[in-house]
């Protein structure tokens, strides 16, 4: 799998999200959260995490929960090697989250995405700012997440202190506005449902960054597999690909989930990437 510059950090163009792994479904009606959480044990996370080394997958968002941090020194004591951009855990006290993640080793950080939008839609961006300067105290890059393109676009206008963005591709705050993230709340996924009409506006508005990007549900959470065969599902995960690394720069990054009970997704999905940068820029397979 190519590889692009990450802040002096050569990794995979593609990386791995965390959403299933934490039990976040976007398909509850076929695979709730509490089927995924109950499927990804410690053992069958450290498993997908060496499966995807071997997949050439260099890099991961992981949660700084507690639990995954534990697991994720678990994996580094049996000689795992991939790197890891961290999505804070905002039900936990951030100095001590701070502390076990650098313990890990993190190569970047970024203010998580649906914290960062109620903060948002709630006129508190100071509580946005503050709490990127208090990730700056890392000594490493710090990011912002977002669902929404306004929000990159105020961030751009004023100059806020990030380094990259995290953006994701659907609108995950529509009929959502004013919510707190899920971690806080425990409210489900249960009735969001994603429009191909997002995905073109963010894409439009980072055209306009400098800064890197990490595209994240470039799937739609799965919801654009949904009604199709095995063939049609490949196509999908393909043209999704071509969608959205055409956009952005050469240098930019997208995440995926993977869910691995029903199938081997971490091998289907790099390979299916390999398939599409061969077709699309020549040669052999990255």
């Not at 073109?200 to 960054?209: A, D, G, R, S, Y």
Request: glycine share 10%; proline share 4%; with cysteine.
């Amino acid at each position: 799998m190519n590889k692009v510059n990450f802040f002096g950090h050569e990794i995979s163009k593609l990386i791995i999200g965390d959403n299933p792994i934490s039990g976040h479904s976007y398909i509850q009606d076929i695979i709730s959260g509490a089927q995924m959480k109950e499927y990804y044990t410690a053992e069958k996370i450290k498993e997908a995490m060496f499966k995807m080394e071997e997949q050439g997958f260099t890099a991961m968002l992981p949660l700084a929960d507690p639990y995954m941090i534990r697991i994720i020194s678990e994996y580094q004591r049996a000689g795992g090697k991939m790197k890891f951009i961290f999505q804070p855990y905002m039900a936990m006290n951030q100095d001590v989250s701070i502390r076990q993640m650098m313990e890990v080793g993190a190569i970047g950080i970024y203010h998580q995405g649906t914290t960062t939008d109620f903060l948002y839609e709630s006129g508190r961006t100071d509580e946005i700012l503050a709490m990127i300067e208090k990730y700056h105290t890392m000594g490493i890059p710090v990011g912002l997440g977002t669902h929404r393109p306004d929000v990159i676009e105020l961030s751009e206008k004023e100059g806020w202190n990030v380094d990259f963005y995290l953006a994701c591709m659907q609108n995950a705050r529509r009929n959502r506005e004013g919510e707190p993230s899920g971690f806080i709340t425990g409210k489900s996924k249960q009735g969001l449902v994603f429009s191909s009409e997002d995905r073109p506006i963010m894409l439009q508005t980072l055209k306009k960054v400098s800064k890197p990007i990490i595209a994240f549900k470039i799937f739609a959470g799965g919801q654009m597999f949904l009604g199709k065969t095995p063939e049609e599902k490949r196509k999908t995960i393909k043209g999704a690909y071509d969608e959205v690394f055409s956009a952005l720069k050469p240098n930019d990054l997208g995440a995926i989930g993977v869910f691995q009970r029903d199938s081997d997704q971490i091998t289907e999905d790099a390979e299916l990437y390999r398939e599409w940068y061969a077709e699309k820029y020549g040669g052999s397979k990255a």
